[in-house]
Every structure is written in structure tokens, then in C-alpha cells.
């Protein structure tokens, strides 16, 4: 189950919220933004590696959230459906502040695992590490191993194939153990 | 990019997946979601290249209004009245430059009270001068004139969002120039000495 999966009594509460929501209830809204903020932001800031930008970031996530509402699915789970929002948003600042093209990793199998480090580290030490990776692999690395979706969820998310988001996982996992001069399982 | 948070992990999805904003983002959420649509819209305004793009057109065309009306009346009225006379005074306003360093010496002459009181003087007998136009002439001009007139306001209008524009104070320096070419075309094609 990724991490975006939730709880059958915790999607019917937010179902709840979403219904008045989508009724025009900025009260409701305000309360699933407040639920979700914190992980909007995280993915924000580690995809835009810039604070104030991804302050923006969220912003429009839940601007364009409200306005998209009455499109969601229920079934489906809300924060996918938001952290699919803020991936848009954020890929596209991005590629606004700098439209540098970086060259697409080759298709690459066996980036597997759980990315278990052979000696615990630090979490601000960790996360420098990731926020000097390259975009692309720190894309795939976040949404992969931090926010649990799978290759599959995480390529269209990216807009990436599949195997190109592996091959991302593998270039990133090889860079993090050459920073951090430690192996990484 | 993280928080202060020094313990330990021993893998990558131990990472604190929510990292909390440093600030409420909720009340400005909130006051775009309650904003008119046209609010909205001017929250998101098209990107500034866009802008920038369509303030040069309209700087372009206030260029070719200026230089049909000059080509108009210089085909159609000087012939009639020996127009060849003012072919160096013509010359020396086309020759204003238009680089980028040009830029901040046209706006010493803009802001010329020379050139203002020649504008001024100008503007003066603008509309008796086209009234004693022929019509089509006089409608020829008074479209340039306007369409000078629009790019003048636009570019001035995307000055105030943008003070230190130096592309944007270049166009409005040039377009400036046109109208002042425009005007003088028109002033000389209808001197009762040159006899429109």
C-alpha cells in the first residue's frame, strides 16, 4: 500500500469535506487544506528546492484543487490526487525558472529496494544530500522512497516512462552512495 | 531545505514526509478563492514575455503609423509643395538611436522642455491642421496618430508595473519619437507656406 493510501474511515471523513467542499464550503476546504498542507509543502520544496517558491507551489495546488474539485473522484484517494496536482505545479515553475532540458537517463532495470542505509544518518544530512541530486533523479527518488508510490504511479506523475523513472531511482541511489560515502541497500 | 530535526535515520522513508510552511498559506488561499473571477485573473496574468511581446508589436506598429503617415505625405502632398527641402530634417529624426545606451540619452530628450513645448505646439494646431485634410488623408492620419497614441499608453501602463524595464523605456522612447515625427509630417504637409 503506498503511503498515499489511507484508511476506509479517514477517506469517508475527507469524502465528507470534499462533498461540502464542492458545495462551496470554504470552511470544509480549509480543513483538508489544513490536513494536507504539510505534505503538499514537502513535496513542494524538495521538487522546487526553493522555499518561497514552493510556498507558491502550494498555493496554486490548492487554488487549482478547489477549482478542479467537482472532478474528483471520491473512491480515489485525495492525497494522490492533490501530490499529482502539486507535481504539475511544481514541475512547471520549475521548468518556468530555469527551462534548462536535463538529459533523460537510459532506461535501466534493478532499482529495486528500499533505499536502507548501512549506517543511520542525519536528517537534515540526508536531505541536503537528496536536494543537491539532479531534478530528474530527485524527482523520482522523493516520490519513489519518500512518499511511497510506486514506479508505475510515480512515471505518470513525472510524465516519464516507467523504465526511465527507474533508471532516474538508480542514478539517484548511485549519486546518494557516492556523497555520502556510504552504501545504500 | 529541512527542518532542524538531527535524529538519526536508517532509511529513506523514515524522512518526515509533511514538512510544515513556514508561514499560514491558508489566508491567501482563501482570499483567491473568494476573489472574482476577474481577480483571479489578474492574479494569473499571462507570462511577462507574453506582455512583452505584444508591448513591442504595438510599439512596431506605432512605427509603421508614423513612417505611413511620413511615406503619405511625402508622396501624395510635398510633391505638390516642394517637399524635397525637408528630406534632411526627416533624416535627422530617423537617425535617433534606438540601441539600449541611445535609450537613456531619448529620455534627456523627451524630457527636453525644447521638445515639450515643441509637442505642445504642435498638438495645439494638431486638430485644425487635420480638419483642413483631405478625407482620406485625414483619416490615414488620425488612425496613426491613435494607433501611436495606444502604444504610448500601454507601454507607459506596462512602465508602472515595471519601472526599470530598460526594453520598455526604449519602445517608449521610440514610440515618443514617432509621434513626434508624425506630428512635424503633418504640421509641414499643411504649412500654408508649403500649401497642403
Known amino acids: 500500500m503506498s503511503y498515499a493510501q489511507v484508511g476506509d474511515s479517514r477517506v469517508d471523513w475527507e469524502g465528507a469535506l470534499v462533498q461540502r467542499a464542492c458545495a462551496g464550503d470554504s470552511r470544509a476546504f480549509e480543513r483538508l487544506y489544513r490536513e494536507h498542507a504539510g505534505k503538499v509543502y514537502g513535496l513542494c520544496?524538495?521538487?522546487?528546492?526553493?522555499?518561497?517558491?514552493?510556498?507558491?507551489?502550494?498555493?496554486?495546488?490548492?487554488?487549482?484543487a478547489w477549482k478542479a474539485l467537482p472532478q474528483f473522484q471520491t473512491r480515489s484517494s485525495l492525497s494522490t490526487w492533490l501530490h499529482r496536482i502539486a507535481v504539475n505545479v511544481s514541475l512547471g515553475r520549475r521548468r518556468k525558472a530555469s527551462p534548462v532540458m536535463e538529459p533523460p537517463a537510459e532506461d535501466e532495470e534493478g532499482s529495486g529496494g528500499g533505499f536502507l542505509l548501512e549506517t543511520p544518518l542525519e536528517v537534515r544530512e540526508l536531505e541536503t544530500a537528496i536536494g543537491a541530486l539532479p531534478d530528474g533523479a530527485r524527482d523520482a527518488l522523493v516520490l519513489h522512497a519518500l512518499y511511497g508510490y510506486s514506479h508505475g504511479e510515480a512515471a505518470e506523475m513525472l510524465g516519464i516512462a516507467e523504465g526511465t523513472c527507474k533508471a532516474q531511482l538508480h542514478r539517484a541511489r548511485k549519486l546518494l552512495r557516492e556523497r555520502l560515502n556510504m552504501e545504500i541497500n | 531545505m529541512n527542518g532542524p530535526d538531527e535524529r538519526k535515520v536508517k532509511s529513506l522513508g523514515e524522512l518526515p514526509v509533511a514538512i510544515e510552511p513556514p508561514r499560514d498559506l491558508w489566508p491567501g488561499i482563501e482570499a483567491r478563492l473568494k476573489a472574482p473571477v476577474a481577480t483571479v485573473a489578474a492574479v494569473s496574468p499571462r507570462p511577462a514575455g507574453a506582455r512583452l511581446a505584444q508591448l513591442r508589436w504595438l510599439a512596431a506598429a506605432a512605427m509603421v503609423a508614423s513612417v505611413a503617415v511620413g511615406v503619405w505625405i511625402g508622396r501624395e502632398v510635398l510633391p505638390l509643395s516642394g517637399g524635397a527641402a525637408r528630406a534632411p530634417q526627416s533624416a535627422t529624426a530617423t537617425a535617433l538611436p534606438a540601441s539600449p545606451e541611445?535609450?537613456?540619452?531619448?529620455?534627456?530628450?523627451?524630457?527636453?522642455?525644447?521638445?515639450?513645448?515643441?509637442?505642445?505646439?504642435?498638438?495645439?494646431?494638431?486638430?485644425?491642421?487635420?480638419?483642413?485634410?483631405?478625407?482620406?488623408?485625414?483619416?490615414?492620419?488620425?488612425?496613426?496618430?491613435?494607433?501611436?497614441?495606444?502604444?504610448?499608453?500601454?507601454?507607459?501602463?506596462?512602465?508602472?508595473?515595471?519601472?526599470?524595464?530598460?526594453?520598455?523605456?526604449?519602445?517608449?522612447?521610440?514610440?515618443?519619437?514617432?509621434?513626434?515625427?508624425?506630428?512635424?509630417?503633418?504640421?509641414?504637409?499643411s504649412d500654408p507656406g508649403r500649401g497642403i
Open chain 2, 102 to 189: 541611445g535609450a537613456a540619452l531619448n529620455a534627456s530628450y523627451v524630457s527636453d522642455p525644447r521638445y515639450q513645448r515643441q509637442r505642445t505646439e504642435l498638438l495645439r494646431t494638431l486638430q485644425a491642421r487635420i480638419e483642413a485634410m483631405p478625407p482620406p488623408a485625414r483619416l490615414k492620419v488620425t488612425a496613426s496618430l491613435a494607433t501611436i497614441e495606444h502604444a504610448k499608453e500601454d507601454l507607459e501602463r506596462a512602465l508602472g508595473k515595471d519601472p526599470s524595464n530598460a526594453l520598455l523605456q526604449e519602445l517608449l522612447i521610440n514610440t515618443y519619437q514617432d509621434e513626434m515625427r508624425a506630428l512635424t509630417d503633418v504640421h509641414e504637409a
Open chain 1, 45 to 64: 520544496l524538495r521538487l522546487t528546492r526553493d522555499a518561497h517558491l514552493a510556498e507558491d507551489c502550494t498555493q496554486d495546488t490548492f487554488i487549482n
